[in-house]
């Protein structure tokens, strides 16, 4: 199967809008403005040096392997990476991805309104809605009480009347406080009103781990979400994601879930001209393959297709040549891609940072087994968040997440490779 | 030496306090003498005029360091005087009178707020200050008031006969329910709790309509998803029952929000019990309406029973209508079996909502005079006698059939002829929603999303299949196709 890319990131695509660039223009200006220089600083301290460095190595290679691909690419790959890098190689953040796809829906859409916590005068919790309460006004922009359940009864409210509102939720761990709108009244509505209502809401915010915040702000809600009729619920990795699934999530007349991550706002993606064009759009229900290999398939969403690529590039010194899907979507999940692939490597990983027990891996694990037992060499593994509230000390949450090691450990035990489990090592 | 001094004291006191009436700014003598000086020795007004003695004490550091100006800080500091010489001052949130007395609020007023109520227990007005209703409204009213008791007593018992799973009766409220609708506009969007079939009614859902859906059958517009009594319809503007108690009321607020944005000459009508004013969605919505300004009217039926527990142990305030302004929402009790009240009081609310784009809260008193649902006997928990005197002798559409008969728009006659008419047409309706097929295999899985998604035609493809091969298995009068 062909690496599902974008457009060729040549300078094809040069005529790109005023807005666009003015878009992205404002967002490097938004990145180096002082706020963002102390988050961002916060986050590279964070991160080591190592990180940065494959990090760097890994966009490189992910142009070449993209030109790779292409007919004239094989003619003179290094002359045209090298154009291509310079010229129209243009880098995003995930969180100027939301913040331009939420400023395009709304500018494109009367009917889309942001609310939530924090999102108007102090420009998000997490500056994603930077802007938009200027540009929008208090009408469209509503910075809300601190009461979950009621603006989100509120937002169903108005779905309801058939506006598209996107609310925001600071971070999934508070969603449960709203749960019974976004499941009983939002998920089920449409079914139950047999199609009279339908709920064209988004729900969005930073789900799963973050650094040092502890128990009831770290939980993955991926599954719980997952698991309910009536939602579609999406996960971004890159900024390419970022944008294309929120653009989808907002025109879409279902309730949508939009689970981003808060370690991956500061990151930097490579992006593509058609990806900053405001028509662009992902389908949901599609998993994207972000490393085609041949050995083990490993299955990743949000960050840990991060830690996933990673290990990826450390399991080919070995020799063992991994695929990486990124997800993408959770609801509705894309079995046939899953499963494609694993027919392709007979070996299946899952990673997820959520806890194990009815996890995402879980359900990929049986919809493989119910589809392609036949083609499966090795038991499915499973990679998941420890089983306990997550601790707040920094050696016990690292301990608590998974990490490269653990999945280049599981592929090796997939493989065949003898490996100790991570809990003895 | 010492009469001198508190004479002096008592002298300045009163110069201070006519300075005050006077007002303070920068360009007042005072302020000149006060504000131009060091911070941290600047001594504010609001202590000064309160110890007349510090004057004394600073005019001397005042003078002395009068040269440092600086101003800015001052203004925040400054508080102010009201007509009366009361100080105030500018918290967040507004300007805020001090008192010297130490005083409470009591936690229940001397006196229960007033009930608005236009028909005594005898049908008769005992003001003339109501909504004037024609004749065709008022028997209007009546007759759908007559037709929902009469369908409620028909439905209740079809339960008990085993021929529908559940039904909610709404007996005792026929007057909240219908004189509520007749005073709203069809675009005027509801958003019910489950206990007002009435409004539906009243906007033209036929008794059919109503069989349909409690039967779960393939007419019923809610392709028998859902338990009877969840009666939902989009041309009626009636929002479908949701059991969750109280998720409504912010709904309410969202949608008439929406409803502002998009300037429309309509409000939304909220409907919940005293029970469902307990929830945190009651307090988020209120609260949210009044500082969004959002044109909705909170109808709280206030029948003193949430199933078993009586209102005594689900609040101790003075019933609902007071919490109104806990949130800035204006609020008004009326007495919810008097229909020409509720009629009179829901009309006013309506206009306030759309002309001033603010929240009206009303809390309609009345007595839930049957059970909870068909899944309750109250008699467990509460005197019969109580119950039969609420049925019988304050029954509201008793009261407003004595009204209609006394402007002589009523008679014996019709009245039997309605009964008659109606319970023939309710039973109709009962055995031909019963007839009717049940909705086709294809509903299951319709609906979930707005288009079906792979793994749910997969499945209905794979229970098509197995109904083919074991058609023994499954029932009969449930269409395959």
């Known amino acids: ?425 | 030496m010492a009469l001198s001094l508190g004479k002096s004291k008592r002298i300045l006191q009163c110069l201070k306090s006519k300075i005050c009436v006077v007002g303070l700014g920068k360009n007042s003598f005072w302020s000149g003498w006060f504000h131009h000086g060091c911070p941290s020795s600047m001594a504010p007004l609001a202590p000064t005029c309160r110890n007349p003695d510090a004057v004394l004490v600073n005019a001397a550091t005042q003078f002395a360091t009068r040269r440092f100006e600086s101003t800015k800080a001052e203004k925040h500091v400054d508080s102010l005087c009201d007509a009366e010489g009361n100080q105030l001052l500018d918290f967040p949130g507004g300007k805020v009178a001090f008192t010297s007395e130490m005083r409470f609020i009591p936690e229940s007023p001397m006196e229960r707020a007033h009930c608005y109520r236009v028909l005594d227990d005898n049908g008769q007005p005992n003001v003339s200050n109501f909504v004037q209703v024609s004749k065709e409204v008022a028997v209007k009213m009546y007759a759908t008031m007559l037709t929902l008791q009469v369908m409620d007593t028909i439905f209740y018992e079809a339960q008990r006969q085993g021929r529908i799973s559940f039904y909610v009766t709404s007996i005792g409220e026929e007057a909240i329910n219908v004189a509520s609708a007749a005073a709203l506009s069809i675009d005027d969007v509801i958003f019910p709790q489950y206990r007002e079939p009435g409004v539906l009614l009243w906007r033209g859902f036929t008794l059919q309509e109503f069989a349909n859906q409690c039967f779960g059958n393939k007419a019923d517009y809610g392709k028998g998803r859902q338990m009877p009594i969840h009666y939902g319809s989009n041309k009626h503007n009636y929002v479908t029952v949701s059991s969750t108690v109280a998720t409504q009321i912010p709904q309410a607020v969202g949608a008439a929000y929406s409803l502002k944005m998009d300037g429309k000459d309509a409000c939304t009508v909220t409907y919940f019990g005293d029970g469902g004013s307990s929830t945190g969605d009651f307090h988020a919505a209120l609260n949210f309406a009044a500082v969004m300004e959002a044109p909705v009217i909170f109808i709280c039926r206030n029948n003193g029973w949430a199933i078993s527990t009586p209102v005594s142990d689900q609040f101790r305030s003075d019933g609902v209508v007071v919490r109104g302004r806990g949130y800035g929402v204006r609020s008004i009790r009326v007495d919810g079996n008097d229909a020409l009240a509720m009629y009179t009081a829901v009309c006013a609310a309506r206009k306030m909502a759309i002309t001033e784009h603010r929240p009206i809260l009303i809390e309609a008193l009345t007595y839930r005079a049957g059970h909870h649902s068909t899944s309750d006997d109250s008699s467990k928990y509460r005197p019969v006698s109580e119950i039969e005197l609420w049925r019988m002798a304050r029954d509201p559409v008793s009261r407003l059939r004595r009204w209609i008969e006394s402007n002589d728009w009523w008679s014996g006659e019709a009245e039997s002829e309605l009964r008659s008419n109606v319970r023939k047409e309710v039973l109709d309706a009962i055995q031909v929603a019963e007839r009717v097929e049940k909705p086709p295999i294809a509903e299951i899985f319709t609906d979930v999303y707005d288009a079906p998604p792979s793994n749910l035609c997969e499945q209905e493809k794979l229970l098509r299949e197995t109904i083919r091969r074991y058609p023994q298995d499954y029932p009969p009068d449930v269409p395959a196709l």
Not at chain 1, 180 to 197: E, F, L, T
Not at chain 1, 269 to 279: K, R, Y
Request: glycine content about 8%; proline content about 5%; charged content about 20%.
């Open chain 1, 1 to 425: 199967m062909a690496l599902q890319t974008n457009k060729p990131l040549n300078g094809r695509r040069r005529g790109q809008s005023k807005r666009d660039q003015a878009t992205l223009q404002n967002g490097v200006v938004w990145t180096i403005t002082a706020p963002f220089a102390l988050y961002l600083a916060d986050q590279t301290l964070r991160r080591s040096s190592a990180q940065v460095r494959s990090e760097e190595a890994k966009m490189l290679g992910i142009v070449s392997r993209k030109v790779l691909g292409q007919s004239l690419g094989r003619i003179r790959p290094a002359v045209w990476a090298l154009r291509n890098y310079s010229s129209a190689e243009k880098q995003m953040t995930v969180r100027d991805a939301l913040n331009s796809a939420l400023d395009e829906e709304m500018s494109a859409d009367p009917k889309v309104f942001l609310m939530g916590e924090e999102v108007g005068e102090y420009q998000g919790a997490y500056k994603i809605s930077k802007g938009l309460l200027e540009k929008y006004g208090p009408e469209r922009v509503l910075d809300t009480p601190i009461t979950e359940a009621g603006f989100t009864g509120i937002g169903v409210g108005a779905a309801y009347y058939g506006l598209k509102p996107v609310v925001e939720f600071m971070t999934f761990n508070f969603s449960m406080q709203a749960i019974d709108h976004i499941i009983n009244s939002a998920a089920k509505s449409n079914y139950m009103s047999a199609g009279q209502i339908s709920v064209p809401i988004v729900f969005r915010g930073p789900n799963g781990a973050a650094a040092g915040v502890g128990a009831q702000h770290s939980q993955c809600y991926a599954a719980w979400y997952g698991s309910c009729p009536g939602l579609k619920v999406l996960s971004p990795y890159s900024s390419e994601d970022a944008r294309g699934l929120l653009k989808a999530a907002i025109r879409d007349p279902d309730p949508v879930i939009f689970l981003e991550n808060e370690l991956l706002y500061g990151e930097s993606f490579p992006i593509s001209a058609e990806v900053l064009d405001s028509s662009f759009c992902l389908p949901i229900g599609k998993a994207k393959i972000e490393r085609e290999g041949r050995d083990v398939t490993i299955t990743a969403f949000s960050k840990m297709v991060g830690f996933a690529l990673k290990a990826a590039d450390i399991l080919a010194k070995d020799g063992i040549s991994a695929e990486i899907i990124n997800l993408r979507s959770i609801r509705p999940l894309d079995t046939p891609t899953i499963n494609a692939s694993v027919r392709k490597t007979n070996r299946l990983v899952t990673v997820e940072e959520g806890f194990p027990q009815h996890g995402v891996g879980a359900e990929i694990c049986m919809a493989v087994v119910e589809e392609s037992f036949g083609y499966l060499d090795a038991p499915v593994e499973r990679i998941a968040g420890a089983d306990v509230p997550m601790p707040y000390a920094a050696n016990l949450e690292r301990m608590a997440v998974p990490q490269i090691e653990d999945i280049v450990r599981a592929a090796k035990r997939a493989c065949y490779r003898s490996t100790a489990m991570a809990a003895t090592a």
